[in-house]
Structure formats: structure tokens, C-alpha cells
């Protein structure tokens, strides 16, 4: 029986729509705004736990100092919407009005210690961001602690997610103190959390805040 000669493959990988998540690097004036009110507050700091999920003994708000920085945070939503829409247009209060714009809706930071995490969750709004402010440790110190794991977690801020085939996905990003000074933005309802770290007995702190959307009358 003759071999069929079989033509050249004549295919390509089609991705299914999905919607990204941004990583920006903070302007050096932000970055000030944020880091001069962490260390010297202008005013006394509101304890936040009461509103979040984090096993942080030390989470406080900042939104009295949100119209500092809020220009700088809703031009990256809207890079943000920009380059992966679909998601703002299925929220109801959009399908019902004509025009919209984003606004920043709460704003806070996090001073995590050795040991302390934050439980897998989401936030309110439609766009959430993280920023960090600093960071510990040294991530290759934190991993050798638990070498023979198939996937190493610790210290580690975590997206959860479904895939198309409905299975679990955990996506660890590797947050060391490159880190510092970077923000990333991605979808309110998009669940994640931060593991604990071991190897530092010093702060490490975030700023985190939501974005809602605000209907024009």
C-alpha cells in the first residue's frame, strides 16, 4: 500500500476573546504622593479591616488623598478599556445611559508582616489596581524555602481563574522588589490573593483602590 503524501499543514491558532490585565510603571510624583502619606500621614489614619478580607492587622484608607492622583489612575483605566474592551459594556448601569466615565471609588494601603495574607477575594467596581510600594524580601529566599513543590506560591500575588474548559487556574506573579514602583489593573470581579512571606521581618506594603463607573446625567 502507497504512502500518502500529506500537503503541507495549513492551520493556525485562533485565541478565544479574554480580557487582559494592564502592568504600568508608576510616575515618580505619584509614587511621592503615595509614599510621603504612608510614612507621614496628614491627617489620622482610618482603620480599613472593618471593609476587607486581608489577615492584615494594619489596613488603612486613603481616599482623602484620591484627587492627588485620581488623573494619573483613570488615564490608565482607560488605556485600560482601550485596549481590552468587552467588559465595561455588559455592566447594567452602561447598557442604560449613553455616556459614562470612570471614577476612583476607594483607595487604600496594606502593611502585610511575615505570616500575614490575603484570602482569595475580588473587589466592588469594575476595574480594581494594585500597587506596590515595598517589598521585603528576596523572592529566590522565599522559594528555597520549599524547594521540592511542584508550583511554588509563597510571597507570591495570585490570579484565580477559570479557564475555557471550567478547570481551576492560578496564575503567581513573581513579585520581588523589581516590583517596586509598579502598578497593575485588571477586572474587579477577577479573583485573587497574596500568600504569606517568611523570610523578613520588615513591612511589606501596597496601595490598592477600585474604579467605578459614574453616569452622566
Sequence with gaps: ME?????????????????????????????????????????ELIDNNDQLLGHLQEEYKLDHISDQISDYILQVAKYWHNESPGLIETEEEVRKCNEYEFELSGLWFNRQKKHEFNPVHHHSGVISFVIWINIPYD??????????????????FTFHYNDILGRTRQMALPVDKTWEGMMLMFPSKLHHSVYPFYTSDENRISVSGNISIKVKT
Design 139 to 156: 523572592l529566590s529566599e522565599e522559594e528555597n524555602l520549599f524547594p521540592e513543590v511542584s508550583e511554588n506560591y509563597t510571597s507570591k
Design 3 to 43: 504512502n500518502i503524501n500529506v500537503p503541507q499543514l495549513e492551520a493556525i491558532m485562533r485565541p478565544l476573546p479574554n480580557i487582559d490585565i494592564v502592568e504600568a510603571k508608576v510616575p515618580f510624583d505619584v509614587l511621592k504622593i503615595l509614599q510621603e502619606e504612608i510614612e507621614s500621614p496628614s491627617q
